[in-house]
C-alpha cells in the first residue's frame, strides 16, 4: 500500500490532479491491492490480465479506465525504480464506441436561462447560468471562481483550470448584466453581514458546492420543463458546440475550454456534423 500512497501522492502535488481525478485513481488502485494484497509490485502480465478479466461486471469505459490507470501506476513505479519492468504494458484496453456528448439546442437554452427573477437566489442562479454558457467553464472552475478572478469591466475572466493552468476567458454581454446585477445588489443580502472571497455564495452563506450546484441546475431544469438529463458539462458542451457551428475557429474553442490537446476538443466537430446529417435528412425531400 506504500507504493501506492506515494503514486497518489506524487498525483496530488507533482502532477497537481484534480481531487476528483486522484479520489478515482485511488479507488481503481484499492481495488487491484485488495485483489493482490502485499503481491502488488510482483505482478506479472499475467495476473493483470486474470484481475482485468475479474471487471467483466463492469461495462468497456469502466475497464479502459481501470487499465489506463494500472498502466499509469506500473510507469511510475519504473520510472522511480521501484520496479525493473511494466506487467501492464502490453494490456490492451476494450474498444469504446465513441459517444457523442449532449448538448441543449439555442431553444433549450433559452427555456433554461428564462429564470423568473423573484428573489436574491433566483439572480445568483441567472448570473452563474449566464455565466457557465457564456464561457464554457468546467463546474470546479466556477465554483471556485473569487473576485480577484474578475474583470468585470473588460468583461475577462482569469481561470485557474487543470494542472494549475491558467487562461483568460472572455463573457457576453448577457452574463455581465446579469453578473453585475447579482455582485451589485444580491450577493451582499445573501451573505448577511459575512464575508467571502468567492463570487457564489450558498444560502449557508458558504461558497457554492458542486453537490449544491448540481440541485439548483436540476431545479431550473424541472422549471423550463428540458426532458433531457442536464449536468454543468452539457452547458460546457452546448457551449462549445454553438460556438463551432457558428464558425468559430476550433483552436479558439480549445483554448477558450482550457484543452490540452486539440483531439479533445475535434469531438465538437463530429457534434456538429451530426446535426449537419440530421437537419439535411429531416429537411431533404429525398432523403425519406
Known amino acids: 500500500m506504500d507504493y501506492i500512497n506515494k503514486y497518489i501522492d506524487y498525483l496530488k502535488y507533482e502532477r497537481k490532479l484534480s481531487n476528483n481525478t486522484v479520489m478515482s485513481y485511488s479507488n481503481d488502485l484499492n481495488d487491484l491491492y485488495l485483489f493482490f494484497n502485499e503481491d502488488i509490485i510482483k505482478v506479472t502480465y499475467k495476473d493483470l490480465v486474470k484481475y482485468i478479466n475479474s471487471l467483466s461486471n463492469l461495462n468497456a469505459r469502466s475497464i479502459a ?171 460546457r458542451h452546448s457551449f462549445a458546440t454553438h460556438l463551432l457551428a457558428n464558425g468559430a475557429d476550433i483552436r479558439v474553442i480549445q483554448e477558450l475550454l482550457g484543452h490540452s490537446n486539440i483531439v479533445t476538443t475535434e469531438i465538437y466537430t463530429h457534434v456538429v456534423n451530426e446535426k449537419v446529417k440530421k437537419d439535411y435528412e429531416d429537411a431533404h425531400l429525398r432523403s425519406k
Open 65 to 235: 479506465h481501470h487499465i489506463s490507470v494500472i498502466n499509469s501506476f506500473y510507469t511510475y513505479l519504473v520510472n522511480n525504480e521501484y520496479i525493473k519492468d511494466n506487467p501492464s504494458e502490453n494490456i490492451k484496453s476494450p474498444k469504446l464506441a465513441k459517444k457523442l456528448p449532449t448538448y441543449l439546442t439555442i431553444d433549450e437554452i433559452n427555456k433554461l436561462l428564462d429564470i423568473q427573477l423573484l428573489t436574491p437566489y433566483d439572480y445568483r442562479n441567472k448570473a452563474m447560468l449566464e455565466l457557465l454558457y457564456a464561457t464554457g467553464l468546467r463546474i470546479s472552475e466556477l465554483i471556485s471562481l473569487e473576485f480577484s478572478n474578475i474583470d468585470i469591466d473588460n468583461s475577462i475572466l482569469r481561470v485557474i483550470g487543470k494542472g494549475s493552468k491558467e487562461r483568460l476567458v472572455p463573457f457576453n454581454d448577457s452574463a455581465s448584466k446579469y453578473l453585475k446585477l447579482y455582485i451589485d445588489y444580491y450577493r451582499d443580502e445573501i451573505l448577511n453581514g459575512k464575508y467571502s472571497d468567492y463570487l457564489f455564495i450558498s444560502n449557508a452563506k458558504k461558497p457554492i458546492t458542486r453537490q449544491g450546484f448540481f440541485k439548483i441546475i436540476k431545479a431550473e431544469v424541472n422549471r423550463a420543463g428540458i426532458k433531457k438529463d442536464v449536468s454543468p458539462h452539457v452547458l
